[in-house]
């Protein structure tokens, strides 16, 4: 099929862009940087809406900790701007270009946004939705529209930015969004756990999470997984380790970390550059990458143990590169009760060739499964109603075939579709993405 791109500069040749394509019946395939294309089911179009032109920082007003850009933003370039002012986007945006076997650090502000991809930190700081304080774009009607503004506190009635947050696209053109931005921390410290099974590793960090101590990152690398790791005092516990992740002023965090180390019985600290680099690694799913990515950071410094010299000596399971073997695999990402997280793990694997690990304190389990026609039942079996299940990695055929996105309850489901109607009554924008048919 040949497939015309149009790739608007401003927002004005957004709307004309979509107007034409409502005009015609022709859906559109919207993308930025195309980083994130191979998240979501695969869908069949002539046209591409490219909003990579759509780029550049309309206003960083530091002091009142708020950041408006141009939806084709690179993140490449938001995260150093926010680093230099000792600042950051706490949700800690993911970067899974690398897991969909795209080069790291191609993805777009709006991609982030429209994708809702928060890391580790989203159990203390909210998900991407939470820190989304306004946008523009273009409906499915082309019509340029705003919503919401640049506060935090805002009553325009309907927070439409928060709907656009996890839509892939589906709703709206995306042309500009104002986040939120908070301070970073100054200093960082992760206690290290050696050896805990799954169930003892997510009590640990039920505790961890519900001590006064302000934990920021809780998760659990099973042995295999561990062995991974660029981080040396990782990859050579020599079996399973659990993090957890304590942030914030120097002192605080020495004497937070101190109490917890007592309580916990960790094993070990990672210092900062050590921690920065782990966190990294866990919020990127780099543990189930083709191919390991160089660990890179927005800070001027990068941490000594990502230096290439230092990977070659690490402890690697039998037969496996840098990348675990995982190339053919399927990722899910598996979304459970903490309390119910080791149940489910132990049920997938028990039922397929499944390699995973646990982030959000057990909350949730990233899984590296050998390809089978039965692993969508398998894993949603697992879960039952404790949660549910989204295919992340999959060859197109797959995912044109399989439920991406775990199945809705038709209550639900008629309420996207309104929803989805309301917004796209002709369905041009993105069509079939999340769900068939809508």
């Known amino acids: 099929m040949t497939v015309t791109t149009f790739k608007p500069d401003s927002a004005a040749q957004a709307v004309d862009a979509v107007r034409w394509a409502l005009s015609e019946g022709t859906p559109l395939d919207v993308a930025g940087s195309g980083s994130k294309r191979g998240l979501g089911r695969p869908i069949e179009t002539a046209c591409t809406l490219d909003l990579s032109g759509l780029s550049g920082v309309v206003a960083y007003e530091a002091e009142e900790l708020v950041l408006t850009a141009q939806a084709g933003t690179p993140m490449a370039e938001i995260l150093p701007m926010l680093a230099e002012r000792r600042q950051q986007l706490a949700f800690e945006p993911q970067d899974l270009g690398p897991l969909l076997g795209q080069p790291e650090g191609q993805g777009t502000l709006g991609g982030v946004i429209a994708c809702g991809l928060a890391g580790p930190r989203r159990i203390s700081a909210g998900s991407a939705r939470d820190h989304t304080l306004g946008i523009a774009g273009v409906n499915g009607r082309g019509d340029l529209y705003k919503g919401g503004g640049k506060v935090v506190k805002n009553v325009t009635g309907y927070d439409v930015p928060k709907l656009m947050a996890g839509s892939f696209g589906t709703l709206t053109v995306l042309t500009e969004l104002t986040v939120k931005v908070l301070p970073a921390p100054e200093d960082c410290r992760t206690l290290l756990l050696a050896g805990r099974e799954d169930?003892?590793?997510?009590?640990?960090?039920?505790?961890?999470?519900?001590?006064?101590?302000?934990?920021?990152?809780?998760?659990?690398?099973?042995?295999?997984?561990?062995?991974?790791?660029?981080?040396?005092?990782?990859?050579?516990?020599?079996g399973a380790v659990t993090l957890v992740r304590?942030?914030?002023?120097?002192p605080s965090v020495a004497a937070r970390v101190a109490a917890l180390k007592e309580e916990l019985g960790a094993d070990a600290v990672l210092d900062l550059d050590e921690s920065r680099?782990?966190?990294?690694?866990?919020?990127?799913?780099a543990y189930f990458c083709p191919l390991l990515p160089t660990l890179s950071c927005p800070h001027p410094n990068p941490p000594p143990l990502t230096q290439g010299r230092e990977l070659d000596s690490l402890p690697r399971p039998a037969g496996e590169g840098r990348g675990g073997g995982q190339e053919s695999r399927h990722i899910w990402k598996i979304s459970v009760q903490p309390s119910e997280g080791p149940r489910v793990a132990e049920s997938i694997r028990w039922a397929l060739d499944a390699d995973l690990y646990f982030d959000w304190g057990g909350g949730l389990i990233w899984a590296a499964v050998a390809p089978t026609s039965d692993a969508a039942s398998a894993i949603r079996g697992a879960l039952g109603a404790a949660g549910h299940a989204t295919l992340v990695r999959a060859p197109e055929d797959v995912r044109a075939t399989t439920e991406v996105f775990h199945p809705l309850a038709e209550p639900v489901m008629a309420l996207s579709r309104r929803v989805k109607e309301s917004f796209d009554p002709c369905g041009i924008l993105n069509p079939g993405r999340m769900h068939a048919g809508v």
């Open 246 to 250: 304590v942030e914030g002023f120097g």
């Open 199 to 238: 169930a003892g590793a997510v009590a640990a960090l039920t505790a961890a999470l519900q001590s006064p101590y302000d934990v920021s990152g809780a998760a659990h690398l099973p042995a295999a997984v561990a062995a991974r790791s660029h981080v040396r005092a990782v990859a050579a516990a020599g």
């Open 277 to 285: 680099a782990v966190w990294r690694e866990v919020r990127d799913v």
